[in-house]
């Protein structure tokens, strides 16, 4: 089992590592056509396109991943349970579809204040299904362990939505002949039609024979145990919408320019927040596999297997993440300076490291949550955590602008993700490893980094390859140190045992 994690675990992180660069590419190469206040129209776009899904969908990914996984661990009819996954997906996709389709005019002049495309809105909408049932599919395919389909899907969404999207701007809207809401909604609908086309025929192909047994739960029974599921999303999604909505609202409210919010609000979605996820695809390829792998083992009643999978998920979400901020601690302004002409990148990189630990601790204990069935935790959990970033958004950035926003990230991030951290050592039986998921990574992320900068030093001549070959020293250096320390630590925990 561990060894097919870590096998499906490195192929989604090459995928993601690939596409979360290609992603920045993409950011930077609009900014350079229309200006960083482009990517904040792009970042609302996608934002609102992510709501949409969401709406329509009610989380069918997480949903299809996790109860396949329990009927293949309970040797059940999982076809049957595909069928109700579509069922329920596509009964809110065209629900939601259709409601936003017919209400496109109201949207664009209550929401974005006449400067929208009412035919943006109603494309998005008609993709709605597309990307409900691709969703689905997608969770059947993670539940069989079958991660390659996804990916290889994900990565020809990204292309023909980045090639469509950057083809329309250099003809249409460089030339006036259409808006970025229009063209990035095109670009939208085409990479979902064939990103859905291509899951369609790979589910015909690889689809499970007929079974002969029933469903282990019914149709309603299925309802049932999924409504957490949505109406956690629906929370999420709502909250977050809000979060977002009122940034770029603060912002402006503060500068006094809307020009000057977008700009802002861009560089933070479009540059800021891509480089402090960018580490982090290792673990976000991790939590993907986590919610159908503890879903399985706890209803195959293996607690010992979920404190084993949860102890190593933990274990090296700690790890990355001090690496990580430690890195882009040190180097921050120079990344900055790279992705951006702005200052500001390069400050705020900084100044928002402390945070990512927990941050990136959120991926993986949200994905063990959902995967031991902690539903309700997780809506309350998450309904606070976006409580406390709206309310720090509403105060501070009217009072300090920009850096409010780093204050809400800071106070969220701590506060539930300490939370998370407590609940899932306590439901798993796990205690925590102070030492092991503390000390030894922050003495090795520390040691690593500082040798990374002696080497940038004597390179030192401002190019992106020798950033990178100093990112790639300091994670060398922090695997071998951190390898030789944790075990260390073990031997000497093992003779106090023996003792």
Do not use: W
């Amino acid at each position: 089992m561990r060894q097919k994690i870590t096998a499906d675990t490195i192929i989604i992180s090459a995928f993601s590592l690939i596409l979360q660069g290609l992603s920045i590419a993409l950011n930077i190469a609009v900014t350079r056509q229309l200006g960083e206040s482009a990517v904040g129209v792009l970042s609302l776009v996608s934002q609102f396109f992510v709501f949409a899904i969401t709406l329509s969908g009610g989380n069918i990914f997480v949903i299809s991943s996790r109860f396949i996984s329990e009927e293949i661990g309970r040797k059940g009819n999982v076809e049957k349970i595909v069928l109700y996954c579509l069922i329920s997906g596509l009964t809110l996709s065209f629900i939601f579809s259709g409601t936003i389709f017919a209400l496109s005019s109201h949207i664009i002049d209550e929401f974005m204040e006449g400067k929208g495309s009412i035919a943006a809105i109603r494309i998005m909408a008609l993709s709605l299904p597309l990307a409900t049932t691709g969703s689905c599919i997608k969770g059947y395919f993670h539940a069989r362990r079958i991660v390659l389909i996804p990916c290889i899907s994900e990565f020809t969404e990204f292309f023909v939505k980045g090639a469509s999207l950057l083809s329309m701007i250099t003809l249409f809207a460089k030339n006036g002949k259409a808006d970025i809401f229009t063209c990035s909604a095109v670009s939208l609908m085409l990479g979902e039609a064939v990103s859905c086309i291509m899951l369609c025929v790979f589910y015909v192909k690889e689809r499970l024979p007929k079974a002969e047994v029933p469903p282990k739960i019914s149709f309603g029974e299925f309802l049932k145990l999924s409504a957490p599921i949505t109406l956690g999303a629906y929370i999420f999604v709502l909250l977050s919408a809000t979060n977002e909505a009122l940034v770029p609202i603060t912002l402006k409210s503060f500068s006094g320019s809307a020009e000057t919010a977008l700009s802002q609000y861009g560089i933070f979605e479009g540059i800021i927040m891509p480089v402090i996820f960018f580490p982090s695809v290792l673990l976000q390829s991790l939590s993907v596999i986590l919610v159908p792998e503890i879903a399985r083992e706890n209803k195959g009643f293996c607690p010992l297997n979920v404190r084993k999978v949860s102890k190593r998920a933990i274990s090296q979400a700690f790890a990355t993440a001090f690496i990580s901020a430690m890195f882009i601690f040190s180097f921050g302004g120079e990344i900055g300076a790279l992705l951006s002409e702005s200052p500001l990148a390069a400050k705020t990189l900084t100044i928002i490291c402390p945070v990512i630990p927990f941050i990136y601790i959120e991926i993986v204990t949200e994905s063990i949550l959902k995967g031991l069935g902690r539903q309700k935790f997780c809506i309350i959990n998450s309904a606070a955590e976006y409580l406390i970033r709206i309310s720090c958004v509403v105060v501070f950035v009217r009072i300090i602008g920009f850096y409010g926003v780093i204050v809400s990230y800071f106070a969220s991030n701590i506060i539930c993700n300490t939370i998370r951290i407590i609940a899932v050592h306590k439901l798993t039986g796990l205690r925590f490893d102070f030492v092991g998921n503390i000390l030894v990574p922050l003495f090795s992320a520390a040691a690593a980094t500082k040798l990374s900068s002696m080497l940038y030093e004597v390179m030192k001549n401002g190019s992106a390859i020798t950033l990178i070959i100093s990112g790639a020293f300091s994670l060398l250096c922090f695997i071998l140190l951190n390898e030789v320390l944790q075990r260390f630590c073990k031997e000497k925990e093992q003779e106090t045992v023996k003792e």
